[in-house]
């Protein structure tokens, strides 16, 4: 009888156990976005879904770092410690994997909020062997201005190459190695669930 007991309590610490572990993916979750991306000017015409999922935003710490690092080695000095920084979430496109974002940043803005992210970019074997110009573009970068009060005006930017430069004024920008892709069709699934 006490053995039967103890095995009733065990398999419901158990099933218990399990159905937490599995829970937890979904509340650790801060946002997950859907957007349409479309190429602009020589991409025009193609579009394809993106999904953007952050679990946790980047510490000030974390962006101390990256201006450190950018102003102590520019670009290649900034991408190296991107890379060496822990997943704050995950950019996909579908039948893809994916990439892992590495830094993360929300904004308020008047109607809602500014999501910014950027990764290193994966460096294809094929870039690689041919040392192709592309390969100075080691950032993948995007902004997402989700308006909380009008749906349908929330828009946004992917820059799917690109690297950070310092220009004739002193301030950072990006510089691109093709068009920005412009972001449409927004589902702020986080929103959506409240």
């Known amino acids: 009888m ?25 509340v650790a979750q801060i946002e997950s976005i859907d957007a349409r991306a479309r190429g602009t000017s020589t991409q025009m015409g193609r ?26 080695g520019g670009n290649d000095e900034m991408v190296k410690v991107l890379s060496k920084m822990k997943s704050v ?9 994916g990439y892992p974002i590495a830094y993360s940043r929300s904004i308020p803005t008047p109607t809602g909020r500014k999501i910014r992210f950027v990764t290193d970019r994966p460096i294809a ?6 040392m192709t110009r592309t390969q ?12 909380d009060q009008n749906k349908d005006k929330s828009t946004g930017v992917l820059y799917p ?5 310092v220009n004739k004024d002193g301030e950072l920008e990006f510089e691109l190695y093709q068009n920005p892709w412009q972001l449409v069709n927004i589902i702020d699934w986080t929103r959506s669930k409240e």
């Not at 309590?9 to 937890?24: D, E, N, P, R, Y």
């Not at 190459?161 to 430069?165: D, G, N, Q, V």
């Open 2 to 26: 006490i053995q039967k007991s103890m095995l009733v309590k065990i398999s419901g610490c158990i099933v218990l156990a399990t159905m937490l572990a599995t829970a937890m993916p979904a």
């Open 47 to 72: 579009d394809f879904d993106i999904k953007v999922s952050i679990d946790k935003f980047s510490t000030p710490q974390d962006r101390a770092a990256l201006v450190a690092a950018f102003q102590k």
């Open 89 to 97: 979430g995950r950019i996909r496109i579908p039948a893809r994997t």
């Open 125 to 130: 074997f094929a870039e690689s062997r041919n």
């Open 136 to 147: 100075q573009y080691s950032l993948t970068c995007g902004e997402i201005d989700i308006n």
């Open 161 to 165: 190459a690109a690297k950070l430069r």
